[in-house]
C-alpha cells in the first residue's frame, strides 16, 4: 500500500524571482515628471524672450524674420527629435537589462548620428533656406532678415543634436534632474547672451541668432562632462560591440519611424493652418491664438509621457512585466488628471488668455467661437501623449509610425467631410478627432504589443 509520502504531488516550485525587477511609484514618476515638465517650458519662454528682444528694436521686418526663422527651426528640430526620444528608449533598456556596455554604446551611437546629421544641416543650409524662403513667400525685408538669422543659427545645429542625444541618454537612466539642468543651462545662457548682444551690442536680429549657437555650444561641451561623470571617468567600449551592424540598423529604424512620426504630426498642424487660412483672416488669427492653448498643455503632458518613456523601456530590458503596466498606469493616470486641471484652467481663464495674445476685438470675438474646442484638446489628446512615451521606451516604433500614418489619414477624412457643413468648427472637429482617434489606436495595440513583449510562462 502507498504511503501518503508517496502518493503526494510533489511542491510546487516557486516562481523565480526575476534579479533586474523594480517597483514604480507616484514618487518616482513625479521624479522624472516635474523636473522635465519644467525643463520643456522653458522652450515657449525661450521663444518670448527672443521676441520681447527683438522687439524692442521697433522694426517689424525683424519681428517678421524671427518669425519665419523660428518657424523653419521648429521644422528642422521637431524633425531630428527622434535623437532624443530614440536615444531616451534604447538606454532605458539597456539600464533595465543591466548591460552596461550597450548602455555605453547607445550614447556614443547617437552621438555620432547626431554630429552627422548636424554637419548636414550646416552643409545643406542654402537649399534648406531657398526652399523656406520661397514656401514661406515673405516680403523682402522679412525675408532679408529671416536669411541673417538662419545663415547664423544654423551653425548650432550639430551641437543641438548633440545635445538631444546627451539629453536623450541621461532620461533613460532616469536622471530628470540633470535633463532640467542641462535644458536650463541653454536657456539662461541663450537669454544673457542674447539680450546681452542685443540690447548691448546693438546686433539685433544676428545677436539672437549668435545666442542660440552660443548657449547649444556651451550645453554641448558641458554635457560630456556630466557624461564622464556618470560613468565613472572612463569612456571605453570595444569598436566591435560600437560598430555593430544589427545594432546601428536597429538604431537607425527606430529613428527614421519617430522621424516619420513627428513629420506627420507636423503635416497635420501644417493642414490646420493652411485650412484655416483658407477659412478668412479671422479664422486664421482666432486658430492661431488658440493654438497656443494646445501647445501649452502638449508641454505640461510631455513631462509624464518622458516618465512613460524612461519607465517603460527599463521595464522592457528587465523583462519585468509587473513594473511596465504600473508605470502605463501611472503615468496614464496623471496626465488625464493633470489634462483635466488645464482643460478646467483653461476653460475659465481662455477668455483672459485670449485677450492678453492679441488686441484685435474681430480676433478676440472670434476666438471665444470657437474657445471650448481648443480647451479641450488636452483632455482629448492625452492618451496619444502618453502612449507615445509607451511605444518610445518599448522602442515599438513600427506600430507608433503606421498609428499616426492611420490617423492622418482619418484626419483628413474628418476635415474633408466636416468642414464643409460646419465651417471652422469642422476643422477643430477634425483635430480633436486627430487626436482621439491616435489615442485609441495606440491603445489598441498597445494591449498586442503586451502580451507578445511580456508572453507568458509555459507550464512544464
Not at 510533489?10 to 533586474?20: D, F, G, L, T, Y
Not at 521637431?78 to 526620444?85: D, H, I, M, P
Not at 543659427?153 to 536622471?175: D, E, H, K, M, S
Not at 507608433?400 to 476635415?415: H, T
Request: aromatic letters at 12%; charged letters at 10%; glycine letters at 8%.
Amino acid at each position: 500500500m502507498s504511503t501518503l509520502h508517496e502518493s503526494s504531488p510533489p511542491p510546487p516550485e516557486a516562481a523565480p524571482v526575476n534579479p533586474r525587477a523594480f517597483e514604480v511609484t507616484h514618487r518616482s514618476v513625479f521624479a522624472i515628471a516635474l523636473p522635465m515638465t519644467l525643463a520643456y517650458l522653458s522652450t515657449p519662454i525661450l521663444g518670448i524672450v527672443d521676441t520681447a528682444v527683438i522687439g524692442q528694436q521697433g522694426d517689424a521686418a525683424l519681428l517678421g524674420g524671427i518669425a519665419v526663422g523660428a518657424v523653419i527651426f521648429d521644422l528642422i528640430f521637431t524633425t531630428f527629435n527622434f535623437l532624443r526620444a530614440a536615444t531616451t528608449g534604447l538606454t532605458a533598456q539597456a539600464l533595465g537589462s543591466g548591460n552596461d556596455t550597450e548602455l555605453r554604446t547607445t550614447l556614443y551611437r547617437a552621438m555620432i548620428v547626431a554630429l552627422v546629421c548636424g554637419i548636414a544641416a550646416v552643409v545643406l543650409q542654402t537649399p534648406l533656406l531657398a526652399a523656406s524662403l520661397w514656401f514661406m513667400d515673405a516680403s523682402s525685408g522679412v525675408s532679408s532678415a529671416t536669411s541673417e538669422y538662419f545663415t547664423i543659427r544654423v551653425l548650432a545645429t550639430p551641437f543641438a543634436f548633440l545635445n538631444y542625444a546627451i539629453l536623450g541618454w541621461f532620461l533613460g537612466l532616469g536622471r530628470a534632474g540633470t535633463g532640467l539642468a542641462l535644458q536650463t543651462l541653454i536657456t539662461a545662457t541663450n537669454i544673457i547672451v542674447s539680450v546681452t548682444l542685443v540690447m548691448g551690442f546693438g546686433w539685433g536680429i544676428a545677436g539672437v541668432a549668435w545666442g542660440s549657437v552660443i548657449a547649444e555650444a556651451v550645453t554641448a561641451l558641458v554635457g560630456p562632462i556630466l557624461i564622464w561623470r556618470e560613468l565613472g571617468g572612463t569612456w571605453r567600449v570595444p569598436r566591435a560591440v560600437l560598430f555593430d551592424a544589427e545594432k546601428l540598423l536597429a538604431m537607425v529604424l527606430l529613428n527614421r519611424d519617430i522621424m516619420i512620426r513627428s513629420f506627420c504630426l507636423l503635416c497635420a498642424f501644417w493642414l490646420f493652418t493652411a485650412a484655416s487660412a483658407q477659412n478668412g483672416d479671422l479664422a486664421l488669427g482666432a486658430n492661431a491664438v488658440l493654438m497656443n492653448f494646445f501647445l501649452i498643455a502638449g508641454y505640461f503632458l510631455d513631462g509624464f509621457a518622458t516618465a512613460a518613456e524612461q519607465f517603460s523601456g527599463r521595464a522592457i530590458g528587465a523583462r519585468h512585466r509587473p513594473a511596465f503596466e504600473r508605470a502605463v498606469k501611472l503615468t496614464v493616470l496623471w496626465g488625464f488628471m493633470l489634462a483635466g486641471v488645464t482643460t478646467a484652467v483653461l476653460l475659465v481663464f481662455g477668455g483672459a488668455f485670449i485677450d492678453t495674445m492679441t488686441t484685435n476685438e474681430a480676433v478676440r470675438e472670434t476666438a471665444r467661437i470657437y474657445l471650448v474646442w481648443a480647451v479641450i484638446t488636452p483632455l482629448v489628446g492625452v492618451l496619444a501623449f502618453q502612449f507615445d512615451g509607451v511605444f518610445i521606451g518599448a522602442t515599438w516604433s513600427d506600430e507608433m509610425r503606421n498609428m499616426m500614418l492611420l490617423s492622418l489619414a482619418v484626419y483628413v477624412v474628418l476635415w474633408k467631410l466636416a468642414e464643409p457643413v460646419f465651417g471652422n468648427h469642422g476643422l477643430w472637429l477634425a483635430l480633436n478627432g486627430f487626436l482621439a482617434t491616435r489615442g485609441f489606436l495606440l491603445l489598441w495595440r498597445y494591449r498586442v504589443r503586451l502580451n507578445r513583449a511580456f508572453p507568458p510562462p509555459v507550464s512544464a
